[in-house]
């Protein structure tokens, strides 16, 4: 199973939005509503911060949201703030296992 | 409140067996499913494979199918992840993680456990 695909960077400046894409294919992503993102940062454990797409667990900021088209997830921070700079990872169900992305560092400039 | 504690950081030289640990706090262990991961250095995350603890039935990811194995002891509430014979390539951070059977995502992550293999 390969990683699914995500952009190596992506960088905003405070307060601004940004959108980082998940790119799977039609045995994961596009074959469940189970994608979820993880943020990791510098020597942390991951934290989910979304499920299921677009579901957001207690305690997790409203400026982070998740969609999903076909076989592409996407997640949204809006108003960036600095404590958002962090490696981002999808990850999406495929039938028994599951498949991380590839990973998004997020700069906040 | 549920928390989850992996052992601590390993050395150990090439060939050498090891068994690392990750124990549930919290919550019953018996339904939920324990995950390991992998993050070599400077890399992603990598599913290594899925244990459900009430049956013990595995999922291997392809790439760790027959290089470790995975174990529980519901007793304790812990989770094992073993090694019989490590190389330099396993050289990683290692972490766990709980999910409730039903669930889709991964609710609760231990700490990590960072093993160095070298000699």
């Known amino acids: 199973q390969s990683a699914l695909t995500q952009p190596a960077s992506v960088s905003g400046s405070p307060g601004q939005s940004i959108t980082i894409s998940c790119t799977g294919t039609?045995?994961?992503?596009?074959?469940?509503?189970?994608v979820s993102w993880y943020q990791q940062h510098p020597g942390k454990a991951p934290q989910v911060i979304i499920y299921?797409?677009?579901n957001r667990p207690s305690g997790v900021s409203n400026r982070f949201s998740g969609s999903k088209s076909g076989n592409t997830a996407s997640l949204t921070i809006s108003g960036l703030q600095a404590e958002d700079e962090a490696d981002y990872y999808c990850?999406?169900?495929?039938?028994?296992?599951?498949?991380f992305g590839t990973g998004t560092k997020v700069t906040v400039l | 409140e549920v928390q989850v504690v992996q052992s601590g950081a390993e050395v150990k030289n090439p060939e050498e067996s090891l068994k690392i640990s990750c124990q549930g706090s919290?919550?019953?262990?018996?339904?939920?499913?324990i995950g390991w991961v992998r993050q070599m250095p400077g890399q992603g995350l990598e599913w290594m494979g899925l244990?459900?603890?009430?049956?013990?039935?595995?999922i291997y990811s392809p790439p760790f199918q027959g290089q470790v194995t995975m174990s529980a002891d519901r007793s304790t509430n812990t989770a094992y992840l073993q090694w019989s014979s490590l190389k330099a390539s396993d050289t990683a951070m290692y972490y766990c993680?709980?999910?409730?059977?039903?669930?889709?995502?991964?609710?609760?992550w231990g700490q990590g456990t960072l093993i160095t293999v070298s000699s």
């Open positions: 990850d999406s169900y495929a039938g028994s296992l599951y498949v």
């Open positions: 039609s045995s994961d992503v596009g074959a469940y509503n189970y």
């Open positions: 299921d797409v677009s």
């Open positions: 919290g919550y019953s262990f018996t339904n939920y499913w």
């Open positions: 244990f459900y603890v009430a049956n013990f039935a595995t």
């Open positions: 993680a709980a999910t409730r059977n039903g669930n889709f995502r991964w609710d609760y």
